[in-house]
């Protein structure tokens, strides 16, 4: 037996000698590990399998041969230009940050490119590149940008080394069989293991916590893990690391906690604790957008590699909710609402939702909506999944994705507040109220709660000012966040919700902001033409609740339907209250007698109040203020129930900005001095357009007359609406804690009855 043993791994000896010699022309042959089976390569996002399936229907499915030969374009190109590996130097946007990440996006195609052509120069040019980085990699120090609260070595920050990884990783598996050992053995020791081994144990507080940048930081790991076979990174990219020495004192660039006593960590943490039940995801639909790719990568991964681990149906299949969830997120032009810190006109279009749509109808349940959202793409991934969704497609599977009301709640166990939708579909168009009343949102969170922005036909109409930043323009703070971006966009002033004494909720303290979540007490969609949802803020201002109830009505003999929004307010003392109106456009007509002052000056000196110029003051001299503004063709106003002694305060942002890093708006703001109790009211509608062409205005003049507040018992609001053509209508909203099944209420001397916690009725002329 001895004999035959030696003889044996002789002839495996004599064998790997062989081929050694026979691979002078690497372009042409490949060579097996006698310590691994690289056979098995790629096993990441493709498989042996899936290659073969995509090979052999190459020239059949259209949008998949239209996804091939675009990614054959792009990195044929950049071979072109050949290797760059630059020495770190730069802030996003700069040239080594823009040439790393044009490298990583480059690579993972053009392996996916050789699996699927066969072409070795797509594996060559990989391989090279690799190498160069593991040559340069050795001696990196932590970039020369010491920006970051987790500087990273080739870019100013961990968060896009570990992007590299994600996309390198990729690439790596593509090739990893068909190079030589002793190139595998330098990639593998010299680069990928001390890269996941820097962004984990050397960088804990970076990994080891619950945010988008932990999930890349997971991700990048697990995958590196998964291709070189190395289940102690898989393990710590699952369950983080055990004893990471970070103080829970400690806070990232934004402000916000890096870790939590007891907290869960490892990509599984990162899948529980900020995703809802819905598929919310805490951060907000822009770093939701950012975090799916790595997300649903991985999990493509694991269901290859660990299907053991059933990761699609984890946490109640939170993966495939989570894709929904962010597509209802969207105005009608597939644009992501910008709650919290968002860069507007981020949309589905951008390629980790096509990774998204793909890996979500493959692994879902094969949805055919998803099917009409990969068509506006145009665009698939190269694998299994992408493959899977251009045959649908082909197929003529394709659905309308139809975009409904909904409530997305927050929190781990759903109980953390939401984000709720209303939506109404008129003839020719679309509305969409997005009311924000969740939780902070980490350290991307704003302190804007009961908030709310208003959008037609995928327009704003009245806005969320977003972030301040301007991702990846060098000139630009470095193309990171601004510092106007924790000055102003963060702050409560910023937005269409209720500021006390010019002081942001939780007087801007995130720690204070993330204890607690507003109450929602009513989300009421099932008749299409009174769509109601109302919340409760307790613990903004200490002794202060405020409850706001938005409704979205359309009315007969209207095309449009008209926005109520009731905010009261009860306090144990008095205050001055500020309720901001982001309009956008031109100024039409308003009944205010308005004061413009001589000297622009701002409207005040922190909270975001610095950020203000006072353009004009107004006193209104009749119980409704009404204000009407020209957008995007169409009119809109504003009616406003006010009181003798309110103001009014047309301001514009843009004070104390002397770089101008934030946009000029303008907005409107409803102020009340000397304040204990209140009630704040106004409706507003679109209601007309305006033909430049032509010069034509029609239906210029607002469809609302007159509010009317009634004597009403304590815990019910009424209101009477009144409007031009003397249709009325009455408005109850009842106080959650007197939100019996049933009501009797004498109003005016007529009897109202109903179950529920608002009614709305026209009443008889």
Same mark, same amino acid.
């Given at each position: ?17 062989? =081929? ?10 490949? &060579?097996? %590990? ?33 996804? /091939? ?105 593509? &090739? ?15 680069? @990928?293991?001390? @890269? ?9 507080? #970076? ?59 490892? @990509? ?5 604790? $900020? ?9 907000? $639909? ?33 993966? &495939? ?30 390629? %980790?939702?096509?990774?998204? =749509? ?13 099917? %009409? ?23 003529? +599977? ?83 966040? /601004? +510092? ?53 803020? !307790? ?20 095309? +449009? ?27 039409? !007509? ?9 000297? /622009?000056? $701002? ?46 305060? #047309? ?48 239906? !210029? ?65």
């Amino acid at each position: 037996m001895t004999h035959f043993k030696h003889l044996k791994k002789a002839i495996q000896l004599i064998a790997i000698v062989m =081929v050694a010699l026979s691979c002078k022309d690497q372009d042409q042959t490949t &060579i097996v %590990s006698d310590s691994e089976n690289v056979a098995d390569h790629p096993k990441l996002m493709l498989t042996s399998k899936s290659v073969d399936d995509i090979k052999s229907a190459l020239g059949s499915v259209p949008l998949f041969d239209k996804s /091939l030969e675009r990614a054959k374009q792009e990195v044929d190109a950049a071979m072109a230009e050949g290797i760059q590996v630059p020495i770190p130097k730069d802030m996003a946007g700069g040239y080594t940050h823009t040439q790393h990440k044009k490298n990583y996006a480059t690579l993972q195609k053009a392996g996916a490119l050789f699996q699927i052509t066969g072409d070795t120069k797509y594996a060559a040019f990989t391989r090279d590149v690799l190498l160069a980085y593991a040559k340069m990699y050795k001696s990196l120090p932590r970039h020369p940008q010491e920006r970051s609260y987790a500087r990273g070595k080739i870019f100013w920050q961990c968060l896009n080394d570990a992007n590299w990884l994600v996309y390198m990783s990729q690439a790596y598996d593509g &090739i990893r069989g068909w190079i030589t050992e002793e190139e595998r053995q330098t990639l593998d020791n010299e680069l @990928f293991r001390p @890269f996941a081994d820097f962004l984990s144990v050397e960088t804990p507080q #970076f990994f080891n916590r619950v945010h988008n940048h932990s999930t890349w930081g997971t991700v990048a790991v697990g995958m590196i893990g998964l291709v070189i076979n190395d289940d102690e990174l898989v393990d710590r990219a699952l369950y983080g690391i055990k004893d990471d020495g970070i103080d829970s004192e400690a806070l990232d660039n934004d402000g916000g906690t890096i870790k939590r006593e007891g907290q869960k960590t490892g @990509f599984l943490a990162n899948l529980d604790e $900020p995703f809802s039940p819905d598929g919310y995801y805490t951060e907000g $639909p822009y770093y939701q957008r950012y975090a799916m790719y790595p997300f649903l990568a991985f999990a493509q991964a694991l269901e290859t590699k660990k299907p053991e681990l059933k990761i699609f149906e984890y946490n109640g299949g939170v993966l &495939i909710k989570a894709v929904d969830a962010l597509l209802n997120l969207t105005d009608a032009d597939g644009e992501f609402f910008p709650l919290n810190d968002g860069q507007k006109g981020m949309s589905y279009q951008t390629a %980790s939702l096509v990774s998204a =749509v793909d890996i979500a109808y493959y692994y879902g349940n094969q949805d055919p909506r998803l099917l %009409s959202v990969a068509l506006q793409q145009d665009n698939v991934q190269l694998d299994a999944t992408g493959l899977a969704v251009a045959q649908g497609i082909h197929q003529g +599977k394709a659905q309308p994705f139809i975009k409904e009301s909904m409530l997305l709640r927050d929190g781990a166990k759903g109980d953390e507040g939401g984000v709720a939708i209303l939506r109404a579909n008129y003839e020719g168009g679309t509305m969409a109220l997005v009311m924000k009343n969740a939780a902070h949102g980490l350290s991307h969170g704003h302190f804007d709660k009961l908030s709310y922005s208003l959008y037609e036909d995928g327009e704003e109409v009245l806005q969320d000012y977003g972030l301040a930043r301007f991702v990846n323009v060098e000139q630009k703070n470095g193309g990171g966040y /601004l +510092k106007e971006n924790t000055s102003w966009a963060k702050q409560t002033i910023a937005h269409n919700t209720l500021v006390q004494d010019e002081n942001s909720h939780y007087k801007g303290i995130f720690k204070e902001s993330s204890k607690h979540h507003p109450e929602i007490t009513t989300f009421e969609t099932s008749d299409p033409n009174i769509q109601v949802v109302s919340a409760v803020e !307790a613990n903004a201002y200490p002794g202060t609740e405020f409850t706001r109830t938005m409704m979205m009505v359309t009315l007969d003999h209207h095309k +449009k339907p008209l926005l109520l929004d009731i905010l009261n307010v009860t306090s144990d003392g008095n205050h001055k209250y500020d309720l901001p109106l982001y309009y956008k456009g031109q100024v039409v !007509a308003t009944n205010l007698d308005l004061n413009t002052p001589p000297q /622009l000056s $701002p409207l005040g000196t922190k909270a975001g109040y610095q950020h203000i110029w006072k353009e004009a003051t107004g006193i209104p001299s009749t119980e409704n203020t009404q204000f009407t503004w020209l957008d995007n063709k169409k009119f809109y106003s504003a009616t406003v129930l006010t009181e003798g002694k309110d103001q009014f305060i #047309f301001g514009r942002v843009g004070a104390s900005d002397p770089e101008f890093n934030l946009r000029r708006d303008p907005m409107l703001i409803h102020r009340r001095n000397n304040m204990k109790d209140g009630l704040f009211v106004q409706v507003i509608e679109s209601h007309g357009t305006y033909n430049p062409v032509t010069e034509k205005a029609e239906n !210029a003049y607002a469809a609302v007359q007159n509010i009317k507040s009634l004597a009403s018992p304590q815990g019910y609001t009424a209101l009477e609406l009144t409007l031009q053509n003397k249709d009325r209508y009455i408005v109850i909203v009842v106080d959650s804690a007197f939100a019996k099944a049933q009501h009797k209420l004498e109003l005016s001397n007529n009897t109202y009855t109903w179950k529920g916690t608002y009614y709305f009725k026209q009443l008889k002329n």
